[in-house]
Nanobody, 115 residues
Framework: QVQLVESGGGLVQPGGSLRLSCAAPRSIFDICVMGWYRQAPGKERELVATIQVGGSTNYASSVKGRFTISRDNAKSTVYLQMNSLKPEDTAVYYC?????????WGQGTQVTVSS
């Protein structure tokens, strides 16, 4: 029943880069705000970045300038480019699609930043 499929997580050293992908059905992708959230051990799930259908973006202050969210309409896929990664970025990253009366999540992908 999972409609959002994340990929690209893994282990990376501090200062390194990683790109996450989230593939969504066309019917969801075309009408929803897409976003990335993360949850670290012992912490609540938090917003990382969102992107509107029209392309407007928002970022958490902790990742601004380091992360970039984008969407490829032809592939109905949203990306999260993560640069200058820090140990505190370690978390399970979840893809999200949201609109009025609809909200769904991917299964999550683990990102670990460690030396």
């Amino acid at each position: 029943q999972v409609q959002l499929v994340e990929s690209g997580g893994g282990l990376v050293q501090p200062g390194g880069s990683l790109r996450l992908s989230c593939a969504a059905p066309r019917s969801i992708f075309d009408i929803c705000v897409m976003g990335w959230y993360r949850q670290a051990p012992g912490k609540e799930r938090e917003l990382v970045a969102t992107i509107q259908v029209g392309g407007s973006t928002n970022y958490a202050s902790s990742v601004k300038g380091r992360f970039t969210i984008s969407r490829d309409n032809a592939k109905s896929t949203v990306y999260l480019q993560m640069n200058s990664l820090k140990p505190e970025d370690t978390a399970v990253y979840y893809c999200n699609a949201n609109r009025a009366y609809f909200n769904t999540w991917g299964q999550g992908t683990q990102v670990t930043v460690s030396s």
